[in-house]
């Protein structure tokens, strides 16, 4: 994996976002935590990788892991619905318990302050920048630093992001 600067400045961490059903997503609660953000998508062709987010989420959440999924609707309309809409969906079909945030634009001039801290950190393939397509993954380390990127295709339980995983919640 290569590492690179955040095109913001400090944490992903430290920025302010909503939480998908209101008030605020309390990003702070996740400081000594190792957190993989999410672009997320209820109508997308790679909306079943919920399942196994969600499985590595429990699997990890005792060490000290969380999923953050992030409700995205820039890529062909594929995340339409309200924050109620999506809370059921992801509720009852892939049994979410992992956290949600309000949705957001991840990139463009509406990209949000985290997606801002994300974007600059490289991919093993050397792409940074804009986000792909939905369920773009970055990992985040105990220090609050980005530490790996994950293309959309990369399933949440392969070898590649589960080693990773693994590795920062050892360290």
């Not at 600059?120 to 990127?149: Q, T």
Request: charged residues 20%; glycine residues 12%; contains cysteine.
């Amino acid at each position: 994996m290569t590492t690179s600067e955040n095109t913001g400045t400090g944490s992903p961490l430290d920025v302010e976002i909503g939480a998908l059903q209101g008030g605020a997503a309390d990003l702070a609660q996740y400081a000594g935590k190792v957190v993989l953000v999410v672009n997320v998508a209820s109508k997308c062709g790679l909306t079943p990788q919920y399942a196994g987010l969600e499985r590595l989420h429990k699997r990890y959440a005792a060490q000290g892991f969380t999923v953050l999924g992030v409700p995205c609707n820039q890529f062909l309309g594929q995340e339409p619905g309200t924050a109620e809409e999506i809370a059921e969906f992801c509720s009852a079909t892939y049994g979410v318990t992992f956290p949600l945030t309000e949705k957001v634009e991840v990139n463009g001039a509406g990209r949000h302050p985290l997606y801002e801290r994300l974007v600059g950190f490289e991919d093993a393939e050397g792409h940074s920048g804009d986000i792909r397509w939905n369920f773009e993954k970055f990992l985040i380390g105990k220090d609050g630093a980005v530490v790996a990127r994950f293309s959309p295709q990369t399933e949440p339980e392969s070898a590649e992001v589960v080693g990773a995983v693994e590795r920062h919640l050892a360290a």
